[in-house]
């Protein structure tokens, strides 16, 4: 298939060194985001749990770390309502069904048997200046603790965050690590989801981007925006499509918008741009989800397969008119 056969070039070619922050460099968002389940969904999460996959190619023989950084829920960078007193729960998955159960890897709602595989590891955190603006470490794991699934030459390891009480906003982010103690990329590693709640910028200069992956049999989009609180725009560039405009969500309500594959777009990853407007919504956070045609969720690598692409302007060449 020739999308696993893109997906495999990606991994050898060493941009996945990047994609192991989550989010990475080329998405500029900056922070991912869980509230409490306690909380009203105007606040920006609609359903107060996030997952994510991490994935290590079968060649690695070492041990595997996922750090979270800023993992309690109080202090610098969460969002305060009231007062701090939300709990969130963090859970690493492997084995069996981690990655390939439905209900795990095609689901956008905790729903079902999400939580499918082998726990390995799970802490909750509150308000703790302990890991306040600070790393947690999970692990150590081997790389055959996580499920090995065959189209990715590797092994999955899945990680979940909720929250489990509460009404304030945990802002975090993750790595998959060598080390314990330091960010060190697991050389040809990765790192996707299928769904996004993140945070934007307060900047209205600062522009950030999810990089949905399109295989062979994909046709048709459709993309779920949620809360966007009529915040500026959501922009969809490829190397052949210059820019489509999506429907944008207001406050609290879901808002969805259909667009055709062009030829050239498949095989590669488009480039979601949410472009604020002046001026902005501070605090403003956001969850975001792409379907095919079929509705299937399609997974959104934290860096881009095939690099971030750049619309390739058509510019035609005529020849000059000769004079007679």
């Not at 991994?11 to 991912?32: H, K, M």
């Not at 609609?46 to 950084?69: A, H, L, N």
């Not at 802490?123 to 990715?152: L, Q, S």
């Not at 429907?247 to 979601?272: C, M, N, R, T």
Request: with cysteine.
């Amino acid at each position: 298939m020739k999308s696993l056969i893109v997906f495999f070039i990606f991994l050898l070619s060493g941009t996945g060194l990047r994609a192991q922050a989550v989010p990475s460099e080329e998405e500029n968002i900056p922070f991912l985001v869980t509230f409490g389940n306690k909380s009203l969904i105007t606040w920006g999460d609609d359903d107060f749990s996030q997952t994510f996959f991490f994935m290590v190619p079968e060649t690695y023989k070492g041990m595997v770390f996922i750090r979270v950084f800023d993992p309690d829920v109080g202090g610098m960078h969460d969002e305060l309502n009231g007062v701090f007193d939300t709990k969130v729960q963090y859970s690493v998955f492997g084995g069996k069904e981690a990655y390939s159960h439905p209900d795990s890897k095609n689901s956008i709602d905790p729903v079902g048997n999400y939580k499918s595989g082998n726990l390995l590891s799970s802490r909750i955190f509150g308000a703790d200046p302990k890991y306040d603006n600070k790393w947690f470490t999970f692990g150590p794991f081997t790389p055959t603790e996580g499920e090995y699934v065959k189209d990715f030459k590797g092994y999955v390891f899945k990680l979940i965050c909720e929250g489990t009480s509460g009404d304030d906003g945990n802002l975090y982010r993750y790595f998959m690590s060598t080390s314990a103690g330091e960010n060190i990329p697991v050389e040809g590693g990765n790192a996707f989801a299928y769904e996004y709640s993140f945070r934007m910028h307060d900047n209205p200069d600062e522009i950030s981007h999810i990089y949905p992956f399109v295989d062979e049999k994909c046709i048709k989009i459709q993309q779920r925006n949620f809360d966007w609180d009529d915040d500026g725009k959501i922009r969809v560039s490829s190397e052949v499509r210059r820019e489509q405009f999506c429907l944008v969500s207001g406050d609290g309500v879901w808002a969805e918008s259909e667009f055709a594959i062009l030829q050239g777009e498949k095989g590669k990853s488009l480039d979601f741009q949410f472009i604020k407007k002046k001026p902005s919504v501070p605090n403003n956070n956001v969850v975001i989800n792409v379907s095919n045609q079929f509705g299937e969720m399609m997974p959104f690598f934290t860096s881009p397969i095939g690099g971030v692409p750049k619309y390739k302007y058509n510019i035609g060449v005529r020849k000059k008119p000769q004079n007679n």
